[in-house]
């Protein structure tokens, strides 16, 4: 691998709707019975939806609910809570594409190896997080990157090389 991992080498990769679509049915009784709950945003930036990787829009419906994002076994595995909007669907971005929910945010990057062992991890503008992602990846180790919403520590997206 070179030194040097050009931005349009990276794929930002969102979370599938199907496991989140039925919740939707479920009324405001059974969601809070799984520890989630049912809000309609109110602003915007603010409500970030995990699977369109955009913020809603005042008036969406969203559920709020705790998430296993990092599903290994090791002492990084990890939840934390994630809005999924209702009527979300999966960005299709490009190679190197940015998405719309990361641009304005300050950002927790966390980078692992192929075991889910924690590597890397720094703090970054969303408007560097594209250039400071690439720069991880010029380790051969590091297999993937979390994104991570710094102030409340939810988790956003996930980064991976194009290709891989």
């Not at 080498?9 to 809070?32: I, R, T, Y």
């Not at 809570?81 to 990057?109: C, F, K, N, Q």
């Amino acid at each position: 691998m070179t030194t040097e991992l050009k931005t349009h080498a990276l794929q930002f990769s969102a979370l599938p709707m199907e496991k989140f679509a039925p919740l939707f049915a479920l009324s405001d009784a059974e969601l809070a019975a799984r520890g989630m709950r049912r809000v309609v945003a109110d602003s915007n930036p603010g409500f970030p939806c995990r699977v369109s990787l955009v913020d809603a829009q005042p008036g969406e419906t969203l559920i709020l609910l705790n998430f296993l994002h990092h599903d290994v076994a090791g002492p990084y595995c990890a939840s934390g809570p994630i809005y999924v909007r209702e009527h979300a669907t999966p960005p299709a971005l490009a190679a190197g594409e940015l998405p719309e929910v990361v641009r304005h945010r300050l950002l927790s990057l966390r980078g692992y190896d192929a075991t889910g062992m924690l590597l890397e991890a720094d703090v970054v503008e969303g408007s560097g997080l594209a250039a400071r992602a690439a720069s991880l990846f010029t380790d051969p180790e590091l297999a993937y990157i979390h994104v991570h919403n710094a102030k409340p520590g939810c988790y956003s997206c996930r980064i991976d090389r194009a290709g891989a």
